[in-house]
């Protein structure tokens, strides 16, 4: 393990608290349409429009991952933090003035294609900047940005909306794109620090990030990417760890049908994860952070089945916590493979693969739904799916024990 003397971590601590804020702000940007469809449906949409420009964002997102690898590297870290920001704010603003299907659809994509970049950037920013050796703690602790904004950002515009304060509403995204400009601009300098030697084939760092643009390193291909890193564990972790995180869209439904108020499994689940996050932030730090991806999948898993048979709302409250809990090892575990598992050359790509793999679940999610539920209903379809979670969890934690075996941690 490398060692940082007492001026780099002082250091590292200020760029940890700054990308926590700048998470939360590009993540409220994001989380605030949330209530978009509500938002539509008082402009008169019908709801099969408003699904489809609530969903063109998200697609957007997914779809602009693999490119965004690609902006990073040819537009540097901060360049391409800036001028995203700028197309959120721009694309957020129009917001005030379109009326029609096809308007609000071109700036919704917009908007996906402009967060898409920004996140895959800030990512790659946190895997060349944070060392190995605290990677797992401060991806954990920058991840609360995106848990903080649900209990602050998207309250304050659910408030707004209900009392049809429409024009306010729509100036919270504007707010938080201008925030996330300011704050890109700010990016402070940071040596990238060196690989740890006890990686099996450690690359040779580069002097230093950078900001202003990537000449500091000479990027990686999509072959060396497949080549040099579990190019397909990553994309089989991911995808699965997104398909049951997904599931979470179609919970609030489920438990209406079950004569029980979905707050109780939304709110266990945010102190779940808020607590793995915080009290347990050091077991992020005690072994690789893929030998935990499946064991987390797996918990949550167990308790979205378990959730199905849930008879009172403390029973929904429980099974929402420990489901938290495991989304709030797994989530920042898969981002931080950024890091783990590939050399700082082709970092801006495996964040761009990370995200990628774990979006098209959420797409996949729907669809199985849709296809499922009028066959077997609702309730079986979703059992189902916990089931085939519950299996991917144990096949992930037995596929990565089985690669850090190979690489001899």
């Known amino acids: ?23 939360w702000a590009i993540y409220s940007y994001s989380n605030v349409f949330f209530l978009f469809a509500p938002y539509l449906t008082r402009k008169g949409f019908s709801p099969d429009d408003a699904g489809i420009l609530v969903g ?64 895959v950037t800030l990512t790659t920013c946190q895997s060349l900047v944070i060392p190995e050796n605290i990677r797992g703690t401060a991806f954990a602790m920058i991840t609360l940005g995106a848990l903080t904004c649900l209990f602050t ?6 408030h707004l909306l209900a009392r049809n304060r429409t024009t306010l509403f729509l100036s919270v995204p504007v707010a938080m794109a201008a925030l996330c400009i300011v704050l890109s601009c700010l990016l402070p300098s940071f040596s990238t620090p060196p690989a740890p030697p006890a990686l099996p084939t450690p690359p040779a760092p580069p002097a230093a990030l950078n900001p202003k643009g990537p000449e500091a390193l000479a990027w990686g291909t999509w072959r060396d990417l497949y080549g040099e890193t579990p190019f397909w564990r990553t994309v089989t972790s991911c995808s699965l760890f997104g398909l049951c995180d997904a599931s979470i869209v179609c919970l609030p439904a489920l438990a209406l049908a079950m004569g029980l108020v979905p707050t109780f499994f939304v709110v266990g689940n945010g102190l779940g994860a808020l607590a793995m996050r915080t009290l347990g932030y050091d ?15 797996f918990v949550m898993a167990v308790f979205l089945y378990l959730t199905t048979k849930a ?59 849709g296809f499922a539920t009028p066959r077997v209903g609702e309730m079986r379809a979703f059992r189902v799916l916990a089931a085939l ?6 096949g ?14």
């Open 389 to 394: 979670c519950v299996l991917s969890g144990v």
């Open 311 to 369: 008879t009172t709302n403390g029973w929904l409250f429980v099974c929402g916590f420990f489901y938290g809990t495991g989304m709030g090892y797994g989530f920042p575990a898969h981002l931080a493979l950024t890091g783990d598992l590939a050399p700082a050359r082709l970092r801006a790509k495996m964040s761009a693969l990370v995200y990628f793999c774990y979006d098209i679940s959420w797409f996949i999610f729907p669809v199985y739904v």
């Open 1 to 23: 393990m490398i060692e940082l003397p007492a001026e780099g971590f002082a250091r590292m601590r200020l760029l940890v608290v700054y990308l926590i804020v700048i998470t």
């Open 56 to 119: 063109a964002f998200y697609a957007a997102t997914t779809l602009i991952r693999p490119v965004g690898g690609w902006i990073v590297e040819r537009g540097g870290i901060r360049r391409t933090l800036v001028a995203s920001a700028c197309v959120c704010l721009g694309a957020a603003a129009f917001n005030f003035f379109i009326s029609s299907f096809q308007a609000f659809l071109a700036v919704r994509v917009a908007m996906g294609c402009a967060f898409g970049v920004f996140v």
């Open 153 to 158: 950002v998207v309250p304050l515009a659910d």
């Open 283 to 297: 077991f992020f730090n005690r072994r690789p952070r893929y030998v935990f991806a499946g064991p987390s999948l």
């Open 396 to 409: 992930v934690t037995v596929m990565w024990r089985a690669y850090s075996k190979k690489v001899k941690f």
